[in-house]
């Protein structure tokens, strides 16, 4: 098949709103933003715990953190898939090859970007407004919403790039979702499949979206640190 | 009998601050009855920000205290003394936001919309506090303070950013908290103002309570060899 021929299919695909295509879509959508949801519910306020608090050993939690930004989302999902096989600790769950099983993954991958941002800006945020909201009585913990309120720009912005990488990923929802058609299939997975099927359409028209969904992502978080400069004067 | 409506007076004992090993400041101690304004002066270094600190308690002493008259000078179960800092710290808020902030979390003395119009902040309420101008965030800080009706305030250098008209301003505000009755406890490194506003002075220098005097008599006749220097504008060490 010709490319520009694949061209033209895979704009019938999404201008069309085939229906298969928009299941993909959709799921993608489904996992990945409940697994930055998930993410920020336990991130956001571990990474303000990690900016305020102050124990021996806290450089080394910082440190690791960091380093997990860097996991490879392939050995993301190689450690899920060990956790959720049958013979695994939480086997008996029975959540491998299932959405939900894609939505741990991808929590794992998008957790530590969400701890180690929101550590930074916090702990920022915290050394410029310890000694006012110390005057106003507010210590430690009782910090944490006036903090994360003041930081909501910059935090904005890691929650994006933490979507950003979720919805790149492939070899973690492949590994953990198993690529079952019509249930576990997502946009990355479907391209690399439909790839080396050579169902170029599909995979070009799925392509196409996600490549648009970067770029809004990119436009959001640039909007966010454009309104959040306006405050932060 | 103590006067148990007030948390005054402020009774410092021999306070003494240090620093890795090294005496910052004191042991002074001085008594702070109701009223007036009190300008602590001193060259740089001399432990005037400091001595605010410890009798706001935002730090603690190495030794000694500084004690209010009710126990760590809550009045109903309020903190009865507020500071304003040398760089007041803007939220990254509007300054309508900025002044709900400080009521959320200390407890209302006062109203909002009473401050807004009392330091001149209605047209400024809707903005970003931190593009406000020097002047008008010092103006915020104050209203920030003043909305937790307290009765003694903090002053750490309240004009040292300011340009002369916006100085003006700022001391109109002080003299009028004064003259309703609030307590006010300055650093200032400008002997002018110390001059305008103060009733009295403490002259501190290399962390030592130098003298603790009237303000007219103080100007007028220093007692010390240091405040004299100071006062005749010699560089002291």
Redesign the interface.
């Known amino acids: 098949m010709d490319i520009t021929a694949a061209f033209s299919e895979a704009l019938q695909l999404i201008l069309g709103a085939d229906a298969k295509f928009l299941q993909i879509v959709g799921l993608s959508l489904r996992v990945t933003l409940t697994a930055v949801l998930l993410a920020a519910l336990i991130g956001l306020p571990l990474g303000a715990w990690l900016a305020i608090s102050r124990f021996s050993g806290r450089a080394l939690v910082i440190v690791f953190v960091n380093g997990l930004m860097g996991l490879p989302p392939v050995v993301a999902g190689l450690v899920v898939f060990l956790l959720l096989s049958r013979a695994g600790p939480l086997g008996s769950w029975g959540l491998l090859f299932t959405p939900t099983a894609m939505v741990i993954a991808q929590t794992v991958l998008v957790l530590p970007i969400v701890i180690a941002l929101t550590r930074g800006t916090i702990e920022e945020l915290w050394r ?2 310890r ?8 210590n430690g913990w ?1 910090a944490v919403p ?1 903090l994360l ?2 930081g909501r720009f910059a935090l904005a912005t890691g929650l994006l790039a933490g979507f950003g990488r979720a919805s790149a990923e492939v070899g973690a929802v492949l590994i953990v979702g198993g690529n079952i058609a019509n249930y576990t299939r997502t946009m990355t997975t479907t391209i690399a499949l439909e790839t080396s099927k050579g169902d170029l359409p599909l995979a070009l028209g799925l392509g196409i979206v996600l490549m648009a969904l970067t770029l809004l992502i990119n436009a959001l978080a640039f909007g966010a640190s454009r309104i ?1 400069q ?4 | 009998m103590r006067d148990l409506a007030s948390i005054l007076p402020l009774r410092v004992e021999n306070l003494a601050f240090e620093a890795e090993g090294k005496a910052l400041l004191g042991p002074v101690s001085f008594k702070l009855p109701k009223g007036g304004i009190t300008a602590i002066i001193g060259p740089n270094g001399a432990g005037k920000s400091l001595l605010l ?1 410890l009798c ?1 308690g ?1 730090i603690a002493p190495a030794s000694g205290r500084a004690e209010w008259a009710t126990e760590g000078g809550l009045l109903a179960g309020r ?1 009865g003394h ?2 304003v ?1 040398q760089r ?6 509007s300054a309508r936001a900025n002044l709900q ?2 009521v959320s ?2 407890g209302a003395g006062r109203r909002v919309a009473e401050a807004l119009q009392r330091f001149g902040l209605e047209p400024l309420a809707e903005r ?1 506090a ?2 406000l101008s020097g002047g008008e965030q010092q103006r915020l800080a104050l209203a920030r303070a003043w909305l ?1 009706a307290p009765e003694v305030l903090f002053l750490d250098e309240p004009s040292s950013q300011l340009d002369p008209g916006a100085t003006r301003q700022i001391e109109a505000i002080l003299l009028g908290l004064a003259s309703e009755g609030v307590t006010l406890l300055m650093t200032t490194h400008d002997l002018g103002q110390a001059r305008r506003l103060a009733r009295r002075v403490l002259f501190l220098h290399r962390g030592q309570l130098v003298e603790d005097a009237e303000a007219h008599a103080f100007f007028a006749a220093p007692r010390t060899e240091e405040a004299r220097a100071f006062v005749a504008g010699d560089l002291l060490w």
């Open positions: 410029e407004y000694e006012h909201l110390a005057s106003l009585g507010v009782r006036t309120w003041d959040g306006r405050f932060a004067g | 600190r706001h935002l903190k507020a500071m800092f007041p710290v803007m939220l990254r808020r902030h400080a979390v200390a970003p931190r593009l937790l």
